[in-house]
């Protein structure tokens, strides 16, 4: 469990659910879901990322990674979304999200999504459409760098700054891990309505938001249709609508 001691100890104060988030971060979306299955009422600290509102002193006091989402549950900081929602499910246990008879199974879901983040997901959403919209000034990226101690981050985010950009190339990487991925997916939605067969589980918001991000960058779901079932069942889930739609109604046009 993905639980720090932050530089700002002003947010140690803070009772109830506070969250740390962005519209357009699908690790945000996830669990802005839990928190709505759940009916949990929570304080929004709403950071824009195309402003680059994240990086600044004051919120790597917060979160030392400088990432959204960031959990403060009176008082304990979480970070990592996959951690955070699977400590939501734990702690505020009704209505469970847990896979009745297989959580490890479902466990490893959320691994495989966190292992796929930075390697695969980033890269494809930042070579097809973030890019442009989210490059940093020369002052900017001196900024970042001299905040983030995280060498896989600032190695992905020196990419894309100044004159290198994420190409076709790295684009066509990314796609052959998405690919294997989402061929795993397809297949396990072929045994029921959601990815852990009957009960809907963290597994599904975890992969959902994925999904919707990755199809607003244009990538191809057309040779999975359980995939395809399976992402238009979450829209009539209140959830989806909270957690994702009223935030970011179509990252298509972000």
């Not at 469990?1 to 140690?12: H, N, Q, R």
């Not at 979480?78 to 955070?84: A, L, Q, W």
């Not at 980033?122 to 760098?145: F, G, I, N, R």
Request: aromatic share 10%; proline share 4%; glycine share 6%.
């Amino acid at each position: 469990m993905a639980v720090i001691v932050p530089a700002d100890k002003s947010v140690e104060t803070l009772e109830g659910l506070h969250l740390y988030h962005g519209d357009i971060s699908n690790c945000s979306m996830r669990v802005r879901m839990t928190l709505a299955e759940k009916g949990l009422p929570w304080t929004s600290h709403h950071l824009d990322l195309k402003l680059k509102e994240n990086i600044s002193d004051d919120y790597f006091r917060i979160n030392p990674n400088g990432l959204v989402p960031t959990l403060i549950d009176n008082g304990i900081v979480h970070i990592e979304s996959n951690d955070i929602i699977d400590y939501l499910d734990e702690t505020y246990p009704e209505p469970s999200l847990r896979a009745a008879d297989d959580e490890d199974g479902m466990l490893e879901w959320l691994r495989l999504a966190a292992s796929i983040h930075v390697p695969a997901v980033k890269p494809y959403v930042y070579a097809t459409k973030m890019q442009k919209k989210l490059k940093k000034t020369a002052e900017e990226q001196k900024k970042y760098d001299e905040l983030q101690t995280d060498e896989e981050l600032k190695d992905f985010h020196a990419r894309h700054a100044g004159a290198s950009a994420f190409d076709e190339e790295d684009a066509a990487r990314a796609r052959e891990t998405l690919e294997a991925c989402f061929a795993r997916l397809e297949d396990a939605l072929a045994e029921g309505e959601w990815i852990m067969g009957g009960r809907y589980t963290l597994a599904d918001i975890s992969w959902i938001p994925v999904h919707f991000v990755l199809d607003g960058c244009g990538y191809p779901f057309e040779n999975c249709p359980n995939v395809a079932r399976w992402a238009a069942a979450h829209r009539e889930r209140e959830s989806y609508r909270d957690g994702i739609l009223k935030w970011c109604a179509d990252f298509a046009n972000v």
